[in-house]
């Protein structure tokens, strides 16, 4: 025993004596390069991004900055899991929703450079049969127009499809090809469907095989996949909609080029880091990718198939589709950026290759992209991302409203055949119409007697009569304007 505690004592002493003998390695600085060359501190990014999640209602987000073509913060807020406190770490799984898009991109593009496929070859040169024998694409069998749209038209989304079949606009929920393909963008999921039609039989691997092989092992992205993986099932993050309600989680088990990815934001960020760097591709095939394929000029992203077509607004930007990259240009030289959205998950990713600098934001929060221009700006001094074309409108400030002042607004109100619910449920103001598809929401107060949601731009105006009783209320949504009396 006294050996024993003599061992101990003399290692104990010899640890001491060398750590003393280590002089401590020096301290990286913390803090971030923006694009013009001032620095932000972490202390200062976690102090902005903590007051915009509180202001805006976000349940969790999560950013990285890249300097110098390589990771220099990642960082993140909030909760995967709010109702078990749960916080988001990076090794957290989030829904990456269209920024599977990006990566799908990369692999086609490596894909073009080895000479498997060419930009401007038909889709259906790939195809082991006619398009429309396809069970998907039975709907065209009538159109001849399929034969015309290439693999440079599924990247740059000019197929002349809706985004998914269920948004056409004829309400039909059926594939239909709207224009001519080639002739203007329209962003469309079933274009990058049918790309990935194209690559699994024309490489005989599917997609998760490809995505394995090409891009998530080469870039350490261990817990990225386009199908659900057990590994998953210790650390994701759940979705959160406008009110802050938690979304069911859903774990896809089949593939899909358009939107099934899960990754983290260490993953993704390695990802970027990879694509700022060129790795896997030459300088000619990212060049190509990165070249402008097709201008943009509506008024917003979605709907997709929208013509409203302005004279300048975005030409100062030269805002248009890469392939698989959105682009515009600015003061600090040309950028590439891509999206991600689906409900309770928002994602943005904006790069400026010649500042070697990237910033990526995902957050499992329909109130995420409502912070997205001022984490932007205060960030990395972003002023550029065409905001209005992507709906990013930044958040109302609420005010807040005592209980014994929301409890003169509960009731029901009546115009015609339709009722719209006032309730109060945890201190909240909720709102319900029984005619037109509004569900139980959150109202919040803007300033006396007025209202808003935060999931659309509508507006509740309670109007008081002579003695100060409220007797009726005005929902005001653009143009338009309802007014419902109350009738208890």
Known sequence: MKNCFAAISFLFFTLQTTFAQVKPA????????????????????????NELMSAAEVTGLCLTVINDNKIACTKTYGYKNKEKNELIDTSTCFYAASLSKAVFAYIVMQLVQEGVLELDKPIWSYINK????????????????????TVRHCLCHATGFPNWRWFNPNGNNKLEIFFVPGERYAYSGEGIALLQLAVEEATQKNLEQLAQERVFKPFGMTRTSYIWQPAFENDYAFGYDANGDVLKKKKRTKAGAAGSMETTIADYSRFIEAVMQGRGLNEKTKQEMLSPQIAIKTKHQFPSLNTDTLDDTYKSIDLSYGLG??????????AFFKEGHDDGWVHYNVNFPDKKTSIIIMSNSSNGESIFKETLEKIIGDVYTPYDWENYTPYKPVVKAADTSLSQYPGVYAADSAKAIITIEGGQLKVELDKGGLQKSNLYMEKADLFFLKMAAIQFQFVRDASGKIEKLIIIGGSEQHEFKRVN
């Open 26 to 49: 020096a301290i990286a600085p913390k803090q971030i390069n923006r694009l013009d060359g001032s620095s932000i501190s972490f202390t200062d990014i976690d102090k902005t991004i």
């Open 130 to 149: 006619p398009l429309p024998q396809y069970d998907n694409y039975n709907d065209l069998m009538n159109d001849d127009r399929w034969k015309q749209i």
């Open 325 to 334: 990259w959105g682009l515009f240009k600015c003061t600090y030289g040309p």
